[in-house]
Nanobody, 118 residues
């Protein structure tokens, strides 16, 4: 089992920045990829970004390109999501996820609320 705990959400004005953190525990050595997703009220869950644990390769969803950056601190079993130039449409609950194989994300955090005021 892998446990994920997110932090760093909050209220920010449009144009501002936030950094989300997600720390893995348990069988964290089995993690293949970590990612961030988000879900706004009444909307489907949306992919934001992912990073390969072993080599740091990253991939971003369209809404994140150019504004968000995903990174890891492997020594701390932590993944970060730096969010810049935030917009009101970035308001959502952000979820950290981990995949222990290449197929799908099979572990999820509890989510952290990000609210961007315009």
């Amino acid at each position: 089992q892998v446990q994920l705990v997110e932090s760093g959400g909050g209220l920010v004005q449009a144009g501002g920045s936030l950094r989300l953190s997600c720390t893995a525990s348990g069988r964290s050595f089995s993690i293949y990829t970590m990612g961030w997703f988000r879900q706004a009220p009444g909307m489907e869950r949306e992919f934001v970004a992912r990073i390969r644990w072993s080599n740091g390769n990253t991939y971003y969803g369209e809404s994140a390109k150019g504004r968000f950056a995903i990174s890891t601190d492997n020594a701390k079993n932590t993944v970060y999501l730096q969010m810049n130039m935030l917009k009101s449409e970035d308001t959502a609950v952000y979820y950290c996820a981990a995949a222990t194989d290449s197929a799908s994300f099979n572990y999820w955090g509890q989510g952290t609320q990000v609210t961007v005021s315009s």
